[in-house]
T-cell receptor, first 114, second 112 residues
C-alpha cells in the first residue's frame, strides 16, 4: 500500500536557526498537505500543494512539492518558540478517488530552545 | 460552525469495559475518519467513512467498530477495552476533492 515517510522524527533547534522536514511517498501523489499539531492540541491544516514543482510561502514557512509529485519539504526560517509542535505531511494517491484515504507521514517533532 | 466536535475529552476505563467515542461535524462533509495517536507513532487510521451507510477499515481496526447512520455523526465503539487501546483518539472530516481535513480536539483514553 501507499506509504509516506517523513524525516527526521525529531529536531531540536536553537531559536533563530532554520528547520526543514522532508516527506517522501512510495507512490505519485495528487496533492500534499501539511498540518501542524501544537503540544496537547490537534492537527491543524497549514497548506496544500497540487502542482508539480510548486512552491508556496507563508511568512517564514516555505513549502515545496517535488517535480515527480512524490516528495515535499517544509522549511522554517529563523525558528521561533511559537513554531514548536509536530509537523505532518499527508497526501492522496494519484489516480485514486477524491474520497481516497489521506495518508499521513509519521510527523516531525520540533522543539525550539530559547 | 462548531466544526468537528468530540466527546468525551477524557475517559478512564477498566479492561473489558465498552464505550463509545462520539464525533460530530456540521460542515456537511461526506468523508469522516478516526485516528489514534501514540507517542512516536504518528496518526494511525482506524476506520473511515465516505458517506452515510458506508464504512471501511483503516490500518488498525481491530477492537473497534464504527457506523455512519447520518452525515453528521461517526461514533467509534470500543467493544472490550484493553490497555493497548490507551491513546489519544482524533476524529476528522473533509469534503470531496483536494480539500483540507479538519480534526476534532481529541479524546484522551486511559485503559487500566
Amino acid at each position: 500500500g501507499q506509504q509516506v515517510m517523513q524525516i527526521p522524527q525529531y529536531q531540536h533547534v536553537q531559536e533563530g536557526e532554520d528547520f526543514t522536514t522532508y516527506c517522501n511517498s512510495s507512490t505519485t501523489l495528487s496533492n500534499i498537505q501539511w498540518y501542524k499539531q501544537r503540544p496537547g492540541g490537534h492537527p491543524v491544516f497549514l497548506i496544500q500543494l497540487v502542482k508539480s514543482g510548486e512552491v508556496k510561502k507563508q511568512k517564514r514557512l516555505t513549502f515545496q512539492f517535488g517535480e515527480a509529485k512524490k516528495n515535499s519539504s517544509l522549511h522554517i526560517t529563523a525558528t521561533q518558540t511559537t513554531d514548536v509542535g509536530t509537523y505532518f505531511c499527508a497526501g492522496l494517491k494519484a489516480g485514486g478517488t477524491s474520497y481516497g484515504k489521506l495518508t499521513f507521514g509519521q510527523g516531525t517533532i520540533l522543539t525550539v530552545h530559547p | 460552525n462548531a466544526g468537528v466536535t468530540q466527546t468525551p475529552k477524557f475517559q478512564v476505563l477498566k479492561t473489558g469495559q465498552s464505550m463509545t467515542l462520539q464525533c460530530a461535524q456540521d460542515m456537511n462533509h461526506e468523508y469522516m475518519s478516526w485516528y489514534r495517536q501514540d507517542p512516536g507513532m504518528g496518526l494511525r487510521l482506524i476506520h473511515y467513512s465516505v458517506g452515510a451507510g458506508i464504512t471501511d477499515q483503516g490500518e488498525v481496526p481491530n477492537g473497534y467498530n464504527v457506523s455512519r447512520s447520518t452525515t453528521e455523526d461517526f461514533p467509534l465503539r470500543l467493544l472490550s477495552a484493553a490497555p493497548s487501546q490507551t491513546s489519544v483518539y482524533f476524529c476528522a472530516s473533509r469534503g470531496q476533492g483536494l480539500v483540507p481535513q479538519y480534526f476534532g480536539p481529541g479524546t484522551r483514553l486511559l485503559v487500566l
